[in-house]
């Protein structure tokens, strides 16, 4: 049986993974994440997920590479790396949506097959005040997240609603497809799981 490859070193993907209760391993991929000029956001961010999956890809392994992108308006929203960029972004998302694309790719090397999936959610923020920005900055430090927010944790307090066909693909790896694309690749995690 193909062993399963997370090609991530994102704890949040990693927990996803495990509610479906099959053996993977976590393998980063280091690749440089700057977008292409004149690429769309869907475009990047299915462009690194193809290429985080293929640069961890071994021989009788299933691999699955994700990537993330959030557009404010038309505008791609970056990780801020820092304080004063992620208030200037939640203080833009204030009262105002986001869309968030998540790409994934399921790759069987040895046979070259490759299942592609990009998922959409619209975040909606409500009107947040500084103090409230503040707070969840110093909180959290999403300094490391596309748009300043993690849904994860405390940043679902920022919300007013979100709009998706798949909860978990706001946090990182959409379940929903990722299950049916490994059932077509021959590892169903119900029957995995059941010791079938």
């Given amino acids: 049986m193909a062993e399963l490859i997370l090609a991530s070193r994102s704890p949040h993907r990693r927990a996803l993974l495990q509610r479906l209760g099959l053996p993977f391993r976590c393998i980063p991929a280091d690749l440089d994440e700057r977008r292409l000029p004149g690429e769309t956001p869907a475009g990047l961010a299915m462009r690194l997920a193809r290429a985080k999956a293929t640069a961890v890809a071994q021989p009788g392994s299933l691999v699955i590479g994700s990537d ?3 557009v404010i308006g038309t505008a791609v929203a970056g990780k ?3 304080h004063a960029a992620a208030t200037a972004q939640l203080r833009g998302l204030s009262g105002h949506s986001a869309v968030v694309l998540t790409a994934v790719v399921v790759l069987e090397p040895g046979s070259n097959r490759r299942a592609e999936h ?3 959610t619209r975040v909606h923020f409500r009107e947040l005040s500084d103090a409230e920005i503040e707070s ?3 909180t959290e ?3 490391d997240c596309a748009g300043a927010f993690k849904a994860e944790g405390l940043g ?3 919300f007013e609603k979100i709009e998706s066909s798949d909860p978990t693909a706001l946090i990182g790896l959409p ?3 990722v299950t049916q694309a490994l059932i077509a690749a021959g590892l169903n995690p119900l029957l995995r ?3 079938r």
Avoid: F, H, R
Wanted: proline share 8%.
């Fill in 136 to 138: 969840y900055l110093k």
């Fill in 80 to 82: 801020p790396g820092g």
């Fill in 193 to 195: 799981s059941a010791g």
């Fill in 118 to 120: 990009m998922d959409e």
């Fill in 175 to 177: 379940l929903i497809w």
């Fill in 68 to 70: 993330q992108v959030a």
């Fill in 156 to 158: 679902i307090t920022l």
């Fill in 141 to 143: 430090e999403p300094y």
